[in-house]
């Protein structure tokens, strides 16, 4: 008997779809030279100005970080992975002021300080951990950061797994599934999206300035031909396994900056820090459902600054050996379950 509500977790070759095209044949078509490529090697933390970090530092911490530093103009928020901080905020009008990556090398900082318009190197000697960063803005005027040189911080305390009892395989015998409410403590910044009036453009600047590597496409087609509206890329490490995607950018009839995401641990984290943002009067956005790009199950919130941020868990692994998928664009692509997607989610 066929099972209509069904899940499993499919090989990548397959999920993807018949629309599909090798990362090495997409390089080659695009002319992309990885010799000069600026490397990054991971998403580390968001940088937001704020007019009130009282406000703010609350809200963050009602959604699961903690104040590792903190000025009279400038806080430090950590995880509890080995970021010293997912998240930094500044004292000013509201302000989006960029992801930030880390990169291989101090050489990949100076090749980034030559960029047309890049800041000069920056000793990071107030911020934990310390370190080197550039700042640049890309082609839409986005502000983005690259940073090097930063200690590792030790890891907290990482949650336990739960142990799951299914009809056939029930290894979870007298022992009894107990929760504590409170915010879902965040692991780490997982990525950050852009809206863009000038998309190719876009896709362009990142995908050979930097070691960006698309996994999925979405299309929209006009007189019989697809053209790309929606980008979601992850970082080349060739075969180490990355997140599906650290940074996504959308076509749109205005620049912003959309969303920025971060990993917590499981779903059951995940609903009990809903409850908790609910039960503290924030404003949710659309949430909690699960995504089909990235497979996330995903919780969208506005901060009290006006900005969207995500809770986000169980989401893909991807390495140079996943194919980029290409599918049509529109509210359906978004999710396999969850609340009605808002109208102008997307926009």
Same mark, same amino acid.
């Given at each position: ?6 899940? *499993? ?20 078509? /695009? ?6 490529q ?5 998403? *580390? ?69 030559? #960029? ?20 640049l ?27 799951i ?19 879902? *403590? ?8 852009? /809206? ?46 990355? !997140?599906h ?14 969303? /920025? ?6 779903? !059951? ?11 503290k ?31 986000? *868990?169980?989401?893909? #692994? ?6 980029i ?5 529109? !509210? ?12 102008w989610?997307?926009?």
């Amino acid at each position: 008997m066929a099972i209509a509500n069904h899940g *499993a977790s499919v090989p990548d070759l397959i999920a993807v779809g018949s629309e599909q095209e090798n990362v090495e044949e997409w390089r080659e078509r /695009c002319n992309i030279d990885q010799s000069s490529q600026i490397r990054l090697v991971k998403l *580390a933390h968001m940088r937001y100005q704020h007019p009130d970090l009282d406000q703010i530092t609350t809200f963050l911490q009602d959604f699961g970080m903690t104040v590792t530093k903190k000025t009279d103009q400038e806080i430090w928020y950590r995880g509890y992975g080995d970021d010293q901080y997912v998240y930094y905020a500044r004292k000013g009008p509201k302000e989006f002021l960029g992801g930030t990556f880390t990169v291989e090398s101090y050489e990949d900082l100076e090749k980034a300080s030559k #960029l047309p318009t890049a800041s000069s190197i920056e000793k990071l000697s107030d911020s934990p951990g310390g370190g080197f960063i550039v700042k640049l803005t890309d082609p839409e005027g986005f502000p983005l950061n690259l940073m090097y040189g930063q200690a590792p911080a030790e890891k907290g305390e990482y949650p336990e797994k739960l142990t799951i009892n299914y009809e056939q395989d029930k290894p979870r015998t007298r022992r009894f599934q107990r929760f504590e409410p409170g915010p879902a *403590a965040v692991h780490k910044l997982g990525h950050f999206g852009l /809206c863009t009036q000038d998309f190719e453009t876009m896709v362009n600047f990142y995908t050979t300035t930097f070691n960006i590597v698309p996994t999925d496409f979405l299309y929209v087609e006009k007189e019989e031909k697809k053209h790309n509206v929606a980008l979601f890329a992850h970082i080349d490490r060739g075969a180490d396994y990355v !997140d599906h995607h650290s940074f996504f950018i959308s076509t749109n009839a205005t620049t912003h900056v959309h969303h /920025c995401s971060f990993e917590v641990h499981d779903f !059951d984290t995940q609903k009990l820090g809903h409850q908790w943002l609910a039960e503290k009067k924030y404003e949710s956005v659309w949430g909690v459902g699960r995504h089909i790009l990235g497979s996330q199950i995903f919780d969208y919130w506005w901060d009290t600054t006006g900005n969207m941020i995500e809770h986000y *868990a169980d989401g893909d #692994l991807v390495n140079n050996q996943t194919p980029i998928g290409y599918g049509p664009a529109g !509210d359906e692509s978004l999710a396999v379950w969850g609340p009605e997607v808002p109208a102008w989610f997307l926009k």
